[in-house]
């Protein structure tokens, strides 16, 4: 049965480049932390299945002829683009002045490419190795944080280095998921499992029309994992048809917020319980 308990933060977690290929690797630490929520390994990403379309389109609930953020990242901008759509942490700050956010990445462009230049938003760049042990440290010191973005890259780099779904791939996703593990250790030393909405997810996949490369519409390049904890999320929700998108709003909702009328993100139908539906 969902718990009913508010939800007072978002903390989504990010494995770039793998897929749908998470439920054929070794995830215990994710396997934990998602039981009692809902995941699929069917959702959608947006095309071309590239890191700056698909995260922009993630963060801003539209697709990437309407965010542009990929148009931003291929010009190289060493400062934040103002998109025409505005991302998750706008939207927050925007309806909640005194909010907290931060964006950890191991890919620097999503900082300046994709998220707007707030100062409600801590931004860190670092190798994944480096990059945990700082999301530690923020959780263990901002404890009143209302949206936690992580991005992890180095499965990606695997897929393109040795093929997406080879046996390195597969075990740079493992590593991950410990790194997950990490992560959840932090947040459950800090008091906040029961209280956050976690969401894992992946931005695209690879190996469609190139073993070490991904853009394509080919399903392993579309296809992608998705999943999340926290209050009020029903276990047995049909996820069928769930975009990356889609995460953009079920975030906003979940933290009591509308999401855009114009966006192409939705709230999958039965998800969250006393949220409103689209």
Known sequence: MASTMA???VIILGIDGAG???SEADTPYIDVLLLGGAKTDHAQTVFPSISGECWGSLLHGVTPERHESHVNIKMERNYPVVSATPSLF???SEAKPNSKMASFVSWKPIQTGVIEENDAVYKY???DEDLVPAIAAYIHNNPDFELLFVQLDDVDAAGHRHGYGSEEYLKAISRADSQIGEISKAILDAGMLEDSLIIVTTDHGGGGLDSFNHGSDHPKDMTIFWGCRGPGIQTEADLAGLTIMDTAAVALSALGLPFPDDW?????????VKAGQR
């Open 90 to 92: 706008q939207i927050i």
């Open 264 to 272: 192409d993100a939705k709230l999958p139908s039965g998800l969250l």
């Open 20 to 22: 749908a290929f998470v």
């Open 125 to 127: 760049a670092a190798p």
């Open 7 to 9: 939800v007072k933060r």
